[in-house]
């Protein structure tokens, strides 16, 4: 198996609260969610040739409660 790399991330707490919810609905932990996350979308870039969002350098708008 390949060695993981650890990766310091800052999240918005409204964010990280909506990952740990969506990661504790599919039995993961929010580490987990995120690497699926980021391995969905590769998968989805590789596939289209695209990027996921055509806004990438534009800050996100959250509206998550």
């Not at 969610?33 to 596939?47: A, D, F, H, M, P």
Request: charge should be negative; include cysteine.
């Amino acid at each position: 198996m390949a060695e993981k790399k650890q990766v310091p991330l800052r999240l918005n707490e409204k964010l990280y609260n909506a990952i740990a919810a969506w990661a504790e609905d599919d039995f993961r932990s929010v580490n987990g969610q995120i690497e699926y996350l980021l391995t969905e979308c590769v998968k989805q870039r590789k596939k289209d040739g695209k990027y996921v969002s055509q806004h990438l350098d534009e800050p996100p708008e959250f509206d998550i409660e």
